[in-house]
């Protein structure tokens, strides 16, 4: 009912910059947050950056002033710009929403994207 694509990953150096995007799409009723969550080899997956539908962002202390979380409400689309990429970043980054499809009672559930690979060379 509900799909999340995500694209934007890829190689780059220490100190280097990606987009990340995220377009959901299906019977989408209402999104009330969107995120992204990443998970390195042999750690476990842990949120990263976050948008609710009022704005308001919330990061892993790790990324703050690094990484931006925005959204497009139009395009049902969250991206995450990160800056200054260190390499002990390197994961597999997912995509996650708070999403409430069509439908008798609006049922409301997390759904996630599939994951990109980022991979940050020193």
């Known amino acids: 009912q509900v799909q999340l694509v995500e694209s934007g990953g890829g190689l780059v150096q220490a100190g280097g910059s990606l987009r990340l995007s995220c377009a959901a799409s299906?019977?989408?009723?209402?999104?009330?947050?969107m995120g992204w969550y990443r998970q390195a080899p042999g750690k476990q997956r842990e949120l990263v950056a976050a948008i609710i539908s009022g704005g308001k962002t919330n990061y892993v202390d790790s990324v703050k002033g690094r990484f931006t979380v925005s959204r497009d409400n139009a395009k049902n689309t969250v991206y995450l710009q990160m800056n200054s990429l260190k390499p002990e970043e390197t994961a597999v980054y997912y995509c996650?929403?708070?999403?409430?499809?069509?439908?008798?009672?609006?049922?409301?559930?997390?759904?996630w994207g599939q994951g990109t690979q980022v991979t940050v060379s020193s």
């Open positions: 996650a929403a708070d999403i409430q499809t069509t439908g008798w009672g609006h049922p409301r559930g997390d759904y």
């Open positions: 299906g019977s989408i009723f209402r999104i009330n947050a």
